[in-house]
Protein backbone atom coordinates (compact mmCIF):
# COMPACT_ATOMS: atom_id res chain seq x y z
CA UNK A 1 0.00 0.00 0.00
CA UNK A 2 2.69 2.35 0.85
CA UNK A 3 4.57 1.52 -2.23
CA UNK A 4 1.63 2.42 -4.08
CA UNK A 5 1.32 5.78 -2.30
CA UNK A 6 4.53 6.51 -3.23
CA UNK A 7 3.98 5.95 -6.98
CA UNK A 8 0.58 7.86 -6.81
CA UNK A 9 2.32 10.83 -5.43
CA UNK A 10 5.12 10.75 -8.18
CA UNK A 11 1.96 10.73 -10.82
CA UNK A 12 0.67 13.73 -9.15
CA UNK A 13 3.57 15.60 -8.72
CA UNK A 14 4.07 15.10 -12.52
CA UNK A 15 0.42 16.13 -12.95
CA UNK A 16 1.46 19.85 -11.77
CA UNK A 17 4.61 20.02 -12.90
CA UNK A 18 3.10 20.72 -16.62
CA UNK A 19 2.90 24.49 -15.81
CA UNK A 20 6.79 24.50 -15.92
CA UNK A 21 6.95 22.24 -18.38
CA UNK A 22 3.92 23.12 -21.07
CA UNK A 23 3.12 26.53 -20.74
CA UNK A 24 6.22 28.22 -19.29
CA UNK A 25 7.31 28.66 -22.92
CA UNK A 26 3.70 29.25 -23.83
CA UNK A 27 3.67 32.42 -21.30
CA UNK A 28 7.38 33.63 -22.32
CA UNK A 29 5.94 34.01 -25.56
CA UNK A 30 2.84 35.59 -24.75
CA UNK A 31 3.67 37.85 -22.02
CA UNK A 32 -0.07 37.28 -20.60
CA UNK A 33 -0.85 35.99 -17.36
CA UNK A 34 -1.72 32.28 -16.86
CA UNK A 35 -5.36 32.21 -16.13
CA UNK A 36 -5.89 34.63 -19.45
CA UNK A 37 -8.74 33.97 -20.55
CA UNK A 38 -7.46 32.12 -23.97
CA UNK A 39 -3.46 31.33 -24.00
CA UNK A 40 -1.21 31.24 -26.67
CA UNK A 41 -2.17 27.76 -27.37
CA UNK A 42 -0.03 27.53 -30.40
CA UNK A 43 2.65 26.49 -28.78
CA UNK A 44 1.19 23.90 -27.25
CA UNK A 45 -0.79 22.28 -29.91
CA UNK A 46 2.47 22.25 -31.95
CA UNK A 47 4.63 20.85 -29.81
CA UNK A 48 3.54 19.46 -26.75
CA UNK A 49 2.23 16.03 -28.57
CA UNK A 50 5.60 14.71 -30.37
CA UNK A 51 6.58 12.27 -27.41
CA UNK A 52 4.71 9.88 -25.09
CA UNK A 53 6.08 11.67 -22.25
CA UNK A 54 5.20 14.97 -23.56
CA UNK A 55 1.39 13.90 -23.81
CA UNK A 56 1.28 12.55 -20.57
CA UNK A 57 2.49 16.10 -19.11
CA UNK A 58 -0.01 17.37 -21.32
CA UNK A 59 -2.22 15.78 -20.08
CA UNK A 60 -1.81 16.61 -16.71
CA UNK A 61 -2.02 19.93 -17.56
CA UNK A 62 -5.50 19.66 -18.25
CA UNK A 63 -5.76 17.89 -14.71
CA UNK A 64 -3.54 20.38 -12.82
CA UNK A 65 -6.15 23.47 -14.11
CA UNK A 66 -8.28 22.16 -11.61
CA UNK A 67 -6.59 23.90 -9.33
CA UNK A 68 -6.55 26.74 -10.68
CA UNK A 69 -8.96 29.10 -9.23
CA UNK A 70 -11.15 25.64 -8.03
CA UNK A 71 -10.63 26.02 -4.10
CA UNK A 72 -14.03 24.70 -3.36
CA UNK A 73 -14.53 25.43 0.20
CA UNK A 74 -14.66 28.97 -0.94
CA UNK A 75 -18.07 28.62 -2.48
CA UNK A 76 -19.23 27.59 1.03
CA UNK A 77 -18.47 30.85 2.48
CA UNK A 78 -22.05 31.87 0.50
CA UNK A 79 -23.74 29.93 2.79
CA UNK A 80 -23.16 26.97 5.44
CA UNK A 81 -19.46 28.64 6.28
CA UNK A 82 -19.08 32.38 6.75
CA UNK A 83 -16.11 35.01 5.90
CA UNK A 84 -14.41 36.55 8.84
CA UNK A 85 -15.09 39.85 6.45
CA UNK A 86 -18.39 39.77 4.21
CA UNK A 87 -17.15 39.58 0.45
CA UNK A 88 -18.80 41.27 -2.31
CA UNK A 89 -21.53 38.73 -3.17
CA UNK A 90 -23.04 38.86 0.83
CA UNK A 91 -22.80 42.88 1.08
CA UNK A 92 -24.18 44.05 -2.44
CA UNK A 93 -21.27 45.82 -3.57
CA UNK A 94 -20.41 43.28 -6.31
CA UNK A 95 -20.63 44.52 -10.05
CA UNK A 96 -19.57 42.69 -13.21
CA UNK A 97 -16.31 43.63 -12.53
CA UNK A 98 -15.92 41.94 -9.15
CA UNK A 99 -12.80 40.14 -9.18
CA UNK A 100 -14.25 36.90 -8.04
CA UNK A 101 -16.06 36.76 -11.64
CA UNK A 102 -13.11 37.51 -13.71
CA UNK A 103 -11.05 35.53 -12.56
CA UNK A 104 -13.14 32.35 -12.14
CA UNK A 105 -14.08 32.71 -15.89
CA UNK A 106 -10.49 32.80 -16.73
CA UNK A 107 -9.60 29.68 -14.36
CA UNK A 108 -12.31 27.49 -16.02
CA UNK A 109 -11.67 28.86 -20.03
CA UNK A 110 -8.04 28.05 -18.94
CA UNK A 111 -9.34 24.54 -18.00
CA UNK A 112 -11.27 24.43 -21.59
CA UNK A 113 -8.36 25.60 -23.84
CA UNK A 114 -6.15 23.29 -22.56
CA UNK A 115 -8.96 20.86 -22.90
CA UNK A 116 -9.00 21.43 -26.73
CA UNK A 117 -5.30 21.28 -27.22
CA UNK A 118 -5.21 17.87 -25.25
CA UNK A 119 -7.98 16.45 -28.05
CA UNK A 120 -6.53 17.89 -30.93
CA UNK A 121 -2.97 17.00 -29.75
CA UNK A 122 -3.81 13.49 -28.71
CA UNK A 123 -5.64 12.72 -32.05
CA UNK A 124 -3.63 14.87 -34.84
CA UNK A 125 0.08 14.78 -33.11
CA UNK A 126 0.42 12.24 -30.38
CA UNK A 127 2.42 8.62 -30.88
CA UNK A 128 0.52 6.80 -27.92
CA UNK A 129 -1.12 3.29 -28.85
CA UNK A 130 -4.33 3.35 -30.01
CA UNK A 131 -5.66 2.25 -26.80
CA UNK A 132 -3.89 4.62 -24.31
CA UNK A 133 -4.94 7.01 -27.07
CA UNK A 134 -8.85 6.37 -26.19
CA UNK A 135 -7.81 6.39 -22.80
CA UNK A 136 -6.61 9.68 -22.62
CA UNK A 137 -9.35 11.04 -24.56
CA UNK A 138 -11.80 10.10 -22.74
CA UNK A 139 -9.83 11.45 -19.34
CA UNK A 140 -9.75 15.24 -21.23
CA UNK A 141 -13.54 15.38 -22.81
CA UNK A 142 -14.44 14.16 -19.10
CA UNK A 143 -12.30 17.12 -17.44
CA UNK A 144 -13.97 19.85 -20.72
CA UNK A 145 -17.39 18.77 -19.48
CA UNK A 146 -16.47 19.38 -15.91
CA UNK A 147 -14.84 22.53 -16.69
CA UNK A 148 -17.96 24.05 -18.98
CA UNK A 149 -20.35 22.36 -16.34
CA UNK A 150 -19.03 24.66 -13.77
CA UNK A 151 -19.06 27.79 -16.03
CA UNK A 152 -22.67 26.91 -16.46
CA UNK A 153 -23.55 26.46 -13.14
CA UNK A 154 -22.53 30.22 -12.71
CA UNK A 155 -23.02 32.07 -15.71
CA UNK A 156 -25.75 29.97 -17.51
CA UNK A 157 -25.32 29.95 -21.10
CA UNK A 158 -21.30 30.74 -22.44
CA UNK A 159 -19.44 30.69 -25.44
CA UNK A 160 -18.92 27.29 -26.62
CA UNK A 161 -15.59 26.62 -27.77
CA UNK A 162 -14.21 22.76 -28.95
CA UNK A 163 -11.08 23.21 -30.81
CA UNK A 164 -7.69 24.62 -29.81
CA UNK A 165 -7.76 29.01 -31.05
CA UNK A 166 -5.42 31.75 -31.23
CA UNK A 167 -4.75 33.83 -28.10
CA UNK A 168 -7.02 36.89 -29.71
CA UNK A 169 -9.85 34.91 -31.36
CA UNK A 170 -12.30 35.24 -28.55
CA UNK A 171 -14.99 35.66 -30.71
CA UNK A 172 -18.04 33.41 -30.25
CA UNK A 173 -20.96 34.66 -28.92
CA UNK A 174 -22.99 32.87 -25.64
CA UNK A 175 -24.29 29.74 -26.66
CA UNK A 176 -27.88 29.01 -24.61
CA UNK A 177 -27.87 27.10 -21.08
CA UNK A 178 -29.05 23.76 -22.70
CA UNK A 179 -27.04 23.95 -25.73
CA UNK A 180 -23.71 24.31 -23.12
CA UNK A 181 -25.61 21.35 -21.04
CA UNK A 182 -25.91 19.09 -24.56
CA UNK A 183 -22.33 19.25 -24.94
CA UNK A 184 -21.65 18.16 -21.46
CA UNK A 185 -23.76 15.66 -21.70
CA UNK A 186 -22.25 14.56 -25.04
CA UNK A 187 -18.28 14.27 -23.51
CA UNK A 188 -19.38 12.61 -20.43
CA UNK A 189 -21.43 9.79 -22.98
CA UNK A 190 -18.11 9.56 -25.29
CA UNK A 191 -16.56 8.86 -22.05
CA UNK A 192 -19.30 6.02 -20.94
CA UNK A 193 -18.57 4.63 -23.73
CA UNK A 194 -15.44 4.19 -24.27
CA UNK A 195 -14.14 0.35 -23.53
CA UNK A 196 -10.73 1.84 -22.33
CA UNK A 197 -12.03 3.92 -19.75
CA UNK A 198 -11.91 2.05 -16.66
CA UNK A 199 -14.65 1.42 -14.25
CA UNK A 200 -13.44 2.99 -11.12
CA UNK A 201 -10.19 2.85 -9.54
CA UNK A 202 -9.92 0.28 -6.52
CA UNK A 203 -8.03 1.96 -3.77
CA UNK A 204 -4.15 1.49 -3.80
CA UNK A 205 -4.37 1.89 -7.48
CA UNK A 206 -1.12 3.75 -8.90
CA UNK A 207 -3.88 5.70 -11.20
CA UNK A 208 -6.16 6.47 -8.38
CA UNK A 209 -7.36 10.29 -8.88
CA UNK A 210 -7.91 9.95 -12.68
CA UNK A 211 -10.89 10.08 -14.44
CA UNK A 212 -12.98 6.76 -14.65
CA UNK A 213 -16.93 5.72 -15.84
CA UNK A 214 -18.36 5.84 -12.99
CA UNK A 215 -17.04 9.94 -12.63
CA UNK A 216 -18.80 10.64 -15.61
CA UNK A 217 -21.42 9.03 -14.52
CA UNK A 218 -22.09 10.94 -11.35
CA UNK A 219 -21.28 14.39 -13.17
CA UNK A 220 -23.91 13.25 -16.13
CA UNK A 221 -26.24 12.58 -13.23
CA UNK A 222 -25.65 15.98 -11.96
CA UNK A 223 -25.89 17.84 -15.54
CA UNK A 224 -29.53 15.75 -15.46
CA UNK A 225 -30.44 16.99 -12.01
CA UNK A 226 -30.18 20.68 -13.82
CA UNK A 227 -32.47 19.65 -16.71
CA UNK A 228 -34.73 17.89 -14.69
CA UNK A 229 -34.65 14.83 -16.65
CA UNK A 230 -35.02 12.88 -13.14
CA UNK A 231 -35.10 9.13 -15.06
CA UNK A 232 -31.69 9.62 -16.86
CA UNK A 233 -30.60 10.85 -13.53
CA UNK A 234 -31.26 8.32 -11.75
CA UNK A 235 -30.57 5.53 -13.69
CA UNK A 236 -26.83 7.17 -13.83
CA UNK A 237 -27.04 7.37 -10.18
CA UNK A 238 -27.75 3.84 -10.28
CA UNK A 239 -24.23 2.74 -12.36
CA UNK A 240 -22.67 4.78 -9.43
CA UNK A 241 -23.55 2.45 -7.19
CA UNK A 242 -23.10 -0.59 -9.41
CA UNK A 243 -19.64 -0.17 -10.43
CA UNK A 244 -18.62 -0.38 -6.34
CA UNK A 245 -19.34 2.94 -4.53
CA UNK A 246 -20.67 3.14 -1.14
CA UNK A 247 -20.48 4.87 1.90
CA UNK A 248 -17.56 4.62 4.49
CA UNK A 249 -18.25 3.21 7.42
CA UNK A 250 -17.11 6.31 9.64
CA UNK A 251 -18.35 9.70 8.36
CA UNK A 252 -15.52 11.65 10.79
CA UNK A 253 -12.50 9.25 9.44
CA UNK A 254 -13.82 9.76 5.47
CA UNK A 255 -11.71 13.02 5.68
CA UNK A 256 -8.91 11.89 6.97
CA UNK A 257 -5.63 11.31 4.28
CA UNK A 258 -5.80 7.30 5.01
CA UNK A 259 -9.20 7.11 3.71
CA UNK A 260 -8.98 9.31 0.51
CA UNK A 261 -9.02 6.26 -1.48
CA UNK A 262 -11.99 4.67 -0.26
CA UNK A 263 -15.35 3.40 -2.83
CA UNK A 264 -17.08 6.42 -1.61
CA UNK A 265 -14.53 8.80 -3.10
CA UNK A 266 -15.61 9.54 -7.09
CA UNK A 267 -13.93 12.36 -7.79
CA UNK A 268 -11.44 14.06 -6.17
CA UNK A 269 -8.10 16.80 -6.91
CA UNK A 270 -5.18 15.57 -5.74
CA UNK A 271 -2.89 16.95 -3.16
CA UNK A 272 0.05 15.91 -1.66
CA UNK A 273 2.30 16.89 1.51
CA UNK A 274 4.66 18.71 -0.61
CA UNK A 275 4.98 22.49 -0.84
CA UNK A 276 3.19 23.66 -3.85
CA UNK A 277 1.27 20.48 -4.13
CA UNK A 278 -0.65 20.54 -1.56
CA UNK A 279 -4.40 21.69 0.00
CA UNK A 280 -4.13 24.61 2.30
CA UNK A 281 -7.05 24.04 4.15
CA UNK A 282 -5.18 23.88 7.26
CA UNK A 283 -4.44 27.77 6.51
CA UNK A 284 -7.65 28.91 6.12
CA UNK A 285 -9.50 26.25 8.29
CA UNK A 286 -6.72 26.00 11.04
CA UNK A 287 -6.61 28.62 13.88
CA UNK A 288 -3.64 29.74 15.56
CA UNK A 289 -3.55 26.98 18.14
CA UNK A 290 -3.38 24.34 15.04
CA UNK A 291 -0.21 23.58 13.02
CA UNK A 292 0.93 26.28 11.32
CA UNK A 293 -0.25 29.33 13.21
CA UNK A 294 -3.73 29.65 10.76
CA UNK A 295 -5.80 33.04 10.15
CA UNK A 296 -9.60 31.60 10.47
CA UNK A 297 -10.49 32.77 6.92
CA UNK A 298 -13.46 30.78 7.36
CA UNK A 299 -15.89 30.64 9.73
CA UNK A 300 -19.15 28.14 10.11
CA UNK A 301 -22.25 30.26 10.37
CA UNK A 302 -24.53 29.52 13.39
CA UNK A 303 -27.15 28.70 11.10
CA UNK A 304 -25.31 25.74 9.92
CA UNK A 305 -25.05 24.57 13.21
CA UNK A 306 -28.59 24.81 14.25
CA UNK A 307 -29.37 22.59 11.37
CA UNK A 308 -28.21 19.77 12.95
CA UNK A 309 -30.54 17.61 14.70
CA UNK A 310 -30.54 16.13 18.19
CA UNK A 311 -29.15 12.24 17.68
CA UNK A 312 -33.02 10.59 17.50
CA UNK A 313 -33.39 12.90 14.49
CA UNK A 314 -35.68 15.01 15.86
CA UNK A 315 -35.50 19.07 15.28
CA UNK A 316 -33.50 20.78 17.34
CA UNK A 317 -34.63 23.80 19.51
CA UNK A 318 -32.79 26.19 21.79
CA UNK A 319 -35.61 26.63 23.51
CA UNK A 320 -35.42 22.77 24.50
CA UNK A 321 -32.11 23.34 26.46
CA UNK A 322 -32.55 27.14 27.84
CA UNK A 323 -36.05 28.31 28.13
CA UNK A 324 -37.05 31.83 26.46
CA UNK A 325 -33.36 31.98 24.50
CA UNK A 326 -35.31 31.98 20.82
CA UNK A 327 -37.04 35.12 22.35
CA UNK A 328 -34.25 37.01 23.05
CA UNK A 329 -32.52 39.77 21.29
CA UNK A 330 -29.22 37.81 19.88
CA UNK A 331 -26.90 40.14 21.64
CA UNK A 332 -28.40 39.09 24.99
CA UNK A 333 -27.53 35.74 24.59
CA UNK A 334 -24.21 35.60 24.86
CA UNK A 335 -24.57 35.35 28.92
CA UNK A 336 -25.46 31.59 28.22
CA UNK A 337 -21.94 30.58 26.47
CA UNK A 338 -19.77 32.31 29.33
CA UNK A 339 -17.12 30.22 30.96
CA UNK A 340 -17.26 29.21 34.60
CA UNK A 341 -15.77 31.48 37.28
CA UNK A 342 -15.70 34.39 35.55
CA UNK A 343 -13.33 37.26 37.50
CA UNK A 344 -15.04 40.70 38.43
CA UNK A 345 -13.93 42.45 36.19
CA UNK A 346 -14.91 40.53 33.18
CA UNK A 347 -18.37 40.18 35.13
CA UNK A 348 -18.18 44.23 34.96
CA UNK A 349 -17.09 44.10 31.47
CA UNK A 350 -20.06 41.80 30.45
CA UNK A 351 -22.62 43.91 31.95
CA UNK A 352 -21.46 46.93 30.73
CA UNK A 353 -22.03 45.41 27.26
CA UNK A 354 -25.70 44.91 28.30
CA UNK A 355 -25.78 41.26 29.09
CA UNK A 356 -28.29 40.40 32.03
CA UNK A 357 -25.93 38.52 34.43
CA UNK A 358 -28.41 37.65 36.79
CA UNK A 359 -29.07 34.85 34.23
CA UNK A 360 -25.09 33.70 34.33
CA UNK A 361 -24.46 30.34 36.53
CA UNK A 362 -21.04 30.96 38.05
CA UNK A 363 -20.31 27.17 38.23
CA UNK A 364 -22.40 25.55 35.79
CA UNK A 365 -22.62 27.85 32.65
CA UNK A 366 -20.53 25.87 30.84
CA UNK A 367 -22.22 22.31 31.31
CA UNK A 368 -25.60 24.63 30.49
CA UNK A 369 -24.58 25.31 27.15
CA UNK A 370 -22.96 22.01 26.72
CA UNK A 371 -26.33 20.20 26.81
CA UNK A 372 -27.26 21.66 23.61
CA UNK A 373 -24.33 20.26 21.94
CA UNK A 374 -23.77 16.57 23.10
CA UNK A 375 -27.07 14.72 22.01
CA UNK A 376 -26.63 15.89 18.48
CA UNK A 377 -26.38 14.15 15.14
CA UNK A 378 -22.54 13.39 15.08
CA UNK A 379 -21.78 15.35 12.62
CA UNK A 380 -21.73 17.90 14.09
CA UNK A 381 -18.74 17.70 16.03
CA UNK A 382 -16.87 16.21 13.46
CA UNK A 383 -17.05 19.21 11.20
CA UNK A 384 -17.23 22.05 13.81
CA UNK A 385 -15.48 22.81 16.97
CA UNK A 386 -18.01 23.70 19.63
CA UNK A 387 -17.84 25.96 22.29
CA UNK A 388 -16.41 23.92 25.08
CA UNK A 389 -15.21 21.23 22.87
CA UNK A 390 -11.46 20.17 22.69
CA UNK A 391 -9.12 20.22 19.83
CA UNK A 392 -5.66 18.76 20.03
CA UNK A 393 -3.44 21.65 18.17
CA UNK A 394 0.40 22.42 18.12
CA UNK A 395 2.54 24.75 21.11
CA UNK A 396 5.54 24.47 19.39
CA UNK A 397 6.55 21.07 18.77
CA UNK A 398 4.76 19.60 21.33
CA UNK A 399 1.02 18.35 21.37
CA UNK A 400 -1.51 20.63 23.19
CA UNK A 401 -5.26 20.28 23.90
CA UNK A 402 -6.81 23.32 23.55
CA UNK A 403 -10.67 23.84 24.63
CA UNK A 404 -12.97 26.79 22.80
CA UNK A 405 -14.09 29.08 25.70
CA UNK A 406 -15.17 32.49 26.05
CA UNK A 407 -14.40 35.28 26.85
CA UNK A 408 -10.72 33.89 25.80
CA UNK A 409 -7.93 33.69 28.11
CA UNK A 410 -4.52 32.66 26.70
CA UNK A 411 -4.07 30.01 29.95
CA UNK A 412 -5.83 29.73 32.99
CA UNK A 413 -5.17 27.01 35.64
CA UNK A 414 -3.10 24.83 33.45
CA UNK A 415 -5.89 24.63 30.60
CA UNK A 416 -5.21 26.18 27.48
CA UNK A 417 -8.16 28.45 25.45
CA UNK A 418 -8.30 27.65 21.37
CA UNK A 419 -6.50 30.76 19.89
CA UNK A 420 -7.66 32.67 17.16
CA UNK A 421 -6.76 35.43 14.96
CA UNK A 422 -9.59 37.08 15.98
CA UNK A 423 -10.26 36.43 20.01
CA UNK A 424 -12.50 39.40 20.42
CA UNK A 425 -15.07 37.64 19.08
CA UNK A 426 -16.44 34.16 19.63
CA UNK A 427 -17.39 32.26 16.78
CA UNK A 428 -18.11 28.31 15.95
CA UNK A 429 -14.94 27.07 13.91
CA UNK A 430 -14.56 23.96 11.30
CA UNK A 431 -12.68 21.04 12.71
CA UNK A 432 -13.77 19.08 8.99
CA UNK A 433 -10.14 19.03 6.86
CA UNK A 434 -8.27 20.33 10.17
CA UNK A 435 -4.94 18.60 10.94
CA UNK A 436 -4.41 18.06 14.73
CA UNK A 437 -1.35 17.86 16.75
CA UNK A 438 2.51 19.61 16.51
CA UNK A 439 3.57 17.25 13.79
CA UNK A 440 0.81 16.23 11.31
CA UNK A 441 3.27 14.90 8.88
CA UNK A 442 2.70 18.10 6.07
CA UNK A 443 5.96 20.26 5.48
CA UNK A 444 3.55 23.49 6.18
CA UNK A 445 0.04 25.41 6.47
CA UNK A 446 -0.62 25.46 2.09
CA UNK A 447 0.95 21.85 1.69
CA UNK A 448 -1.78 19.27 2.57
CA UNK A 449 -1.87 15.61 1.81
CA UNK A 450 -6.09 15.84 1.80
CA UNK A 451 -7.53 15.90 -1.31
CA UNK A 452 -10.28 18.19 -2.16
CA UNK A 453 -13.30 16.04 -2.52
CA UNK A 454 -15.30 16.89 -5.54
CA UNK A 455 -17.83 14.00 -5.99
CA UNK A 456 -18.46 11.77 -3.22
CA UNK A 457 -20.91 8.46 -3.19
CA UNK A 458 -23.20 10.65 -0.33
CA UNK A 459 -23.60 13.42 -2.60
CA UNK A 460 -24.70 10.96 -5.13
CA UNK A 461 -27.28 9.05 -2.92
CA UNK A 462 -29.05 12.55 -1.96
CA UNK A 463 -29.06 13.29 -5.37
CA UNK A 464 -30.72 10.18 -6.16
CA UNK A 465 -33.21 10.51 -3.35
CA UNK A 466 -34.31 14.11 -4.37
CA UNK A 467 -34.45 12.79 -7.85
CA UNK A 468 -37.04 9.52 -6.69
CA UNK A 469 -38.92 12.34 -4.67
CA UNK A 470 -39.48 14.68 -7.95
CA UNK A 471 -40.61 11.34 -9.96
CA UNK A 472 -43.16 10.87 -6.91
CA UNK A 473 -41.28 7.81 -5.55
CA UNK A 474 -41.19 9.15 -2.21
CA UNK A 475 -40.75 5.82 -0.49
CA UNK A 476 -37.98 5.24 -2.51
CA UNK A 477 -36.58 8.41 -1.46
CA UNK A 478 -36.20 7.98 1.97
CA UNK A 479 -34.32 4.90 1.67
CA UNK A 480 -31.53 6.74 0.02
CA UNK A 481 -31.73 9.84 2.67
CA UNK A 482 -31.68 7.00 5.15
CA UNK A 483 -28.32 5.47 4.07
CA UNK A 484 -26.97 8.64 4.81
CA UNK A 485 -27.91 8.90 8.15
CA UNK A 486 -27.81 5.47 9.39
CA UNK A 487 -23.70 6.29 8.39
CA UNK A 488 -24.02 9.44 10.36
CA UNK A 489 -25.39 7.60 13.27
CA UNK A 490 -28.45 9.76 13.77
CA UNK A 491 -32.29 8.91 13.41
CA UNK A 492 -33.86 7.62 10.63
CA UNK A 493 -36.66 9.24 8.17
CA UNK A 494 -39.60 7.87 8.51
CA UNK A 495 -41.52 6.74 5.49
CA UNK A 496 -44.89 8.60 4.64
CA UNK A 497 -43.48 12.06 4.20
CA UNK A 498 -45.35 14.59 1.45
CA UNK A 499 -43.63 15.32 -1.81
CA UNK A 500 -42.99 18.82 -0.09
CA UNK A 501 -42.27 17.88 3.10
CA UNK A 502 -39.30 15.07 1.73
CA UNK A 503 -38.19 17.71 -0.37
CA UNK A 504 -37.26 20.28 2.14
CA UNK A 505 -35.58 17.26 4.42
CA UNK A 506 -33.20 15.97 1.27
CA UNK A 507 -32.31 19.88 1.26
CA UNK A 508 -31.46 20.02 4.58
CA UNK A 509 -29.76 16.38 4.52
CA UNK A 510 -26.94 18.24 1.96
CA UNK A 511 -26.26 20.68 3.61
CA UNK A 512 -25.32 19.31 6.84
CA UNK A 513 -24.41 15.84 4.96
CA UNK A 514 -21.68 18.15 2.94
CA UNK A 515 -20.83 21.44 4.85
CA UNK A 516 -17.16 22.72 3.91
CA UNK A 517 -16.92 20.39 0.63
CA UNK A 518 -18.28 23.64 -1.87
CA UNK A 519 -21.18 21.34 -2.56
CA UNK A 520 -23.97 23.71 -1.31
CA UNK A 521 -23.80 27.08 -2.74
CA UNK A 522 -24.72 25.31 -6.42
CA UNK A 523 -27.29 23.69 -5.38
CA UNK A 524 -29.01 26.85 -3.86
CA UNK A 525 -28.27 28.48 -6.63
CA UNK A 526 -30.03 25.66 -8.93
CA UNK A 527 -32.34 25.27 -6.22
CA UNK A 528 -33.07 29.32 -5.97
CA UNK A 529 -33.13 29.37 -1.77
CA UNK A 530 -30.30 31.85 -1.22
CA UNK A 531 -32.52 34.41 -0.17
CA UNK A 532 -34.63 32.49 2.31
CA UNK A 533 -31.15 30.41 3.68
CA UNK A 534 -28.59 33.36 3.28
CA UNK A 535 -30.24 36.57 2.15
CA UNK A 536 -33.03 36.99 5.01
CA UNK A 537 -33.51 39.83 7.49
CA UNK A 538 -31.35 40.15 9.66
CA UNK A 539 -28.64 37.43 8.72
CA UNK A 540 -24.89 38.35 8.32
CA UNK A 541 -21.35 37.06 9.46
CA UNK A 542 -22.54 36.27 13.24
CA UNK A 543 -20.58 34.71 15.99
CA UNK A 544 -21.96 31.91 17.89
CA UNK A 545 -25.41 33.48 19.76
CA UNK A 546 -26.43 35.05 16.62
CA UNK A 547 -24.96 39.15 17.67
CA UNK A 548 -24.37 39.98 13.86
CA UNK A 549 -20.79 41.47 13.33
CA UNK A 550 -21.23 42.51 10.20
CA UNK A 551 -24.63 42.13 7.61
CA UNK A 552 -26.17 40.85 4.66
CA UNK A 553 -27.47 42.81 1.93
CA UNK A 554 -29.99 40.94 -0.77
CA UNK A 555 -29.25 42.56 -4.27
CA UNK A 556 -31.88 40.26 -5.89
CA UNK A 557 -32.58 37.51 -7.69
CA UNK A 558 -29.94 38.21 -10.17
CA UNK A 559 -27.84 36.20 -7.70
CA UNK A 560 -28.48 33.13 -8.91
CA UNK A 561 -26.39 34.15 -11.96
CA UNK A 562 -23.13 35.71 -11.81
CA UNK A 563 -22.86 38.02 -14.40
CA UNK A 564 -20.72 37.83 -17.60
CA UNK A 565 -17.36 39.54 -16.71
CA UNK A 566 -16.55 42.93 -18.01
CA UNK A 567 -13.40 42.56 -19.31
CA UNK A 568 -14.81 39.59 -21.25
CA UNK A 569 -17.14 41.46 -22.57
CA UNK A 570 -14.62 44.57 -23.57
CA UNK A 571 -12.54 41.74 -25.13
CA UNK A 572 -15.43 40.01 -27.04
CA UNK A 573 -17.67 42.67 -28.00
CA UNK A 574 -20.64 40.29 -28.94
CA UNK A 575 -21.13 38.83 -25.36
CA UNK A 576 -24.14 39.72 -23.72
CA UNK A 577 -25.00 40.49 -20.25
CA UNK A 578 -27.34 38.67 -17.90
CA UNK A 579 -30.65 40.37 -16.37
CA UNK A 580 -29.54 42.53 -13.82
CA UNK A 581 -26.07 42.92 -13.87
CA UNK A 582 -26.20 45.96 -15.93
CA UNK A 583 -23.53 48.15 -14.05
Known amino acids: MENNKRKYNLWSKKLMLVITLGTTALLSSCQKDLLDTVPKTQVLTNNMWLTENLTDQGVNGVYQALRLGQTLYVYDSYVTLQGRDNSTLMNATATSSSGIFSSTWQSLYEGVHR ?344 DILLLWAEALNESKKPGDAVLKVNEVRKRAGVGELALGLGEQDLRKEIREERRRELMCEGVIYFDELRWKTLKETSFYTGNGIKEVWGGVISGYDWRGDQLYTWPIPQIEREQNTGLTQNSGWDD
Not at 156 to 176: A, H, L
Not at 278 to 306: C, E, K, M
Request: proline residues 5%; positive net charge; glycine residues 6%.
Open 115 to 458: SNNAIYGITNVSPVGAEKKARLLAEVKFLRAFYYYRLNQLYKGVPIYTEPIEWNKVDKQRSSEQEVWSLVIKDLTDCINEPQLPGRYERGNSNFGKISKSAAYALRGKVYMYTQEWAKAIADFEQVKNLGHTLFNSYSDLFKGSNEQSPEIIFSIQNIALAGYGSDYQFRFGSRSAFGSNWNTYLVHPDAVDRYQRKDGAKFNWDDYIPGYNSMAPKKREVFFLRNNLTATEITNMEKKGLDMSLYLPTGNEQRILKAYTDRDPRLASNVILPYSTFIGANGATDQTFTSRWPYRQEFGGVFDLRTDIVPNFYYYPRKFVYEGANPGIPNREAGAYDYIVIRYA
